[in-house]
Nanobody
Framework: QLQLVESGGGLVQAGGSLRLSCAAS????????VGWFRQLPGKERELLAT????????YYEDFIQGRFTISGDIAKKTVNLQMNALRPEDTAVYLC???????????WGQGTQVTVSS
């Protein structure tokens, strides 16, 4: 069964950048839509952006405000999330998921912690 593994999280100062990666193991996700989500402490999981391998189309939630960029690396078989101009309120667990039939039925990674200090 497909497994997703996130990496790249860590501690960064406000205004800094991080690049998160979502890699597939025990399978591939190049026929699925891959999304990056985050879960803030005490809040519901929220979608940030999606990447479609077939069309390379991307989608962003409005609140991203151009700070984050999602991309696929076919050679490394990863979907990445470049995060710039980070703010303390971006502190959260960031997760990736892959699905073709809705996120509730998708494959999810365990998440990577991002902490932004002021």
């Amino acid at each position: 069964q497909l497994q997703l593994v996130e990496s790249g999280g860590g501690l960064v100062q406000a205004g800094g950048s991080l690049r998160l990666s979502c890699a597939a193991s025990r399978g591939t996700f190049d026929t699925l839509i891959v999304g990056w989500f985050r879960q803030l402490p005490g809040k519901e999981r929220e979608l940030l952006a999606t990447f479609n391998w077939d069309s390379t189309n991307t989608y962003y939630e409005d609140f991203i405000q151009g700070r984050f960029t999602i991309s696929g690396d076919i050679a490394k078989k990863t979907v990445n999330l470049q995060m710039n101009a980070l703010r303390p309120e971006d502190t959260a667990v960031y997760l990736c998921a892959a699905s073709s039939t809705g996120w509730d039925n998708g494959y999810w990674g365990q998440g990577t912690q991002v902490t932004v200090s002021s």
